[in-house]
């Protein structure tokens, strides 16, 4: 998303350039950014450019090019595309190389221009107003694209995700509400899954209740027009939904949506309060292939193949990868054979990369450090940087990181004076 320039660069007698750009949509301050850069742009779509610096700006055009494909998917699912133009900026550093992965990353930030960003919270409390409701539309949209078994796919790599947050902060802390209380609490000090997934969640169940998707989907239009340009709290949000489906639907609904215990999913800690069962088609080959390796302790010859994974997605191999991690750990022998034949190490993928550094830090296995200290010092997405330190620390206490990101050996948390999320190369 980009405000749009108006007319042509006016140079100055001072040698410097004056650009202007125009935004017509309302937006909270908080959105407001500037980039500046040695930036060249790609044009990929009618309303689309890939900026980032040359040596990358033709590998990110083609990353990115389906990128028009979610936009008409949103505005088929919501309403028009309001903000004119959908730039993409790429920095360099977190830029994932050649798989297409990042897809749904930008199926994400995508979703913003409706929830988030036409419609905001009204403050961090209701911060799951902005990302539940983005991951939602986000995979609704992948999931009209890739069909209904990738959206329960992600949806399951999703709710492992959400387990390890509330592991991580505790089933009774109040972190993990969905609807927090942030009186005198800093709310980077909350920044978890918890109101991406236990936010889409909470509409997952809602739309499984009323009826469906066709039941669903017109009420998620209906709240986009209803809000945009304004911000929100979870009690307006959750007015207008009763409101919109007793006018539209009537008592019947309305029992169905009376049967959710709401003050139970928004104000209670931990886990979301109902099983969702996800289906597990996509998720059954990767679990499979990990039990083998699970197996394959015991036995000192095994057959497995690089093509074990040849025909994995991305995704797929993150579950293959999140699976492991749930095991006693590997073996310093099978990780060194399960990375010279899948070929793990050097892969650029972030969200397998931070699996597999997981998976080895398990197992204390020290040829991955040198690995680990690069991402981390590279990457500046709070989900990698802040787990991995806490793991790094409890493996190896002593072990000093680089100078971006120094973490006290006695704090799993990161240093606020190395690494704020603010100064993040990646997006949220
Ligand atoms: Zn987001």
Redesign the pocket.
């Known amino acids: 998303m980009s405000a749009l320039q108006t007319g042509e660069g006016v140079p100055r007698p001072d040698g410097l350039t004056t650009y202007k750009f125009e935004q017509r949509t309302t937006i909270p301050s908080y959105l407001i950014a500037l980039a500046v850069g040695d930036l060249v742009g790609r044009e990929i779509g009618p309303r689309t450019t890939v900026w980032s610096e040359p040596d990358v700006v033709d590998a990110a055009a083609w990353e990115f090019a389906e990128t028009e494909r979610f936009i008409t998917t949103g505005e088929s699912l919501l309403t028009k595309y309001e903000w004119g133009r959908y730039d993409l900026l790429v920095l360099p550093p977190s830029f994932p190389y050649g798989d297409k992965s990042a897809v749904d990353v930008v199926a994400?930030e995508i979703s913003?221009s409706w929830t988030?960003n036409l419609v905001t919270a009204k403050t961090w409390e209701h911060f799951w107003l902005?990302?539940g409701w983005?991951v939602f539309v986000e995979r609704k949209i992948t999931g009209r694209i890739h069909g209904e078994a990738e959206r329960q796919f992600s949806s399951i790599i999703g709710w492992k995700a959400l387990k390890e947050s509330v592991e991580l902060f505790g089933h009774d802390s109040p972190a993990t509400r969905l609807n927090t209380d942030l009186t005198g609490i800093d709310p980077d000090d909350y920044f978890c899954t918890v109101p991406y997934e236990k936010g889409f969640n909470l509409l997952y169940h809602i739309e499984k209740t009323v009826g469906g998707a066709e039941i669903f989907e017109p009420y998620m239009r209906a709240h986009v027009e209803r809000f945009a340009s304004t911000s929100i709290t979870t009690e307006e949000w959750q007015a207008f939904m009763f409101e919109f489906f007793e006018k539209n639907h009537g008592s019947a609904v309305v029992d169905k949506l009376k049967t959710i215990d709401f003050e139970l999913w928004l104000r209670g800690t931990g886990m979301p309060p109902v099983d969702p069962g996800f289906d597990t088609t996509l998720a059954d080959a990767c679990h499979a292939l990990a039990k083998r390796w699970d197996e394959a302790r015991e036995h000192k010859h095994h057959n497995f193949k690089p093509e074990d994974v040849a025909g994995f997605t991305p995704t797929q191999k993150i579950a293959f990868l999140e699976r492991l991690t749930d095991m006693v750990p590997f073996s310093h022998r099978l990780l060194a054979r399960m990375d010279e034949l899948y070929g793990l190490t050097p892969l650029r993928n972030a969200d397998i990369r931070f699996r597999w550094h997981q998976l080895c830090l398990q197992a204390d296995y020290e040829h991955i450090y040198p690995s680990v200290t690069s991402f981390i010092t590279e990457q500046g997405r709070m989900k990698f940087v802040a787990q991995h330190g806490q793991e790094r620390v409890g493996a190896r206490p002593e072990y000093v990181f680089g100078e971006q990101v120094v973490l006290p050996p006695d704090c799993g948390r990161v240093n606020r004076k190395g690494y704020r999320v603010e100064g993040s190369s990646g997006m949220?």
């Open positions: 994400h913003h988030g902005n990302e983005t949220i």
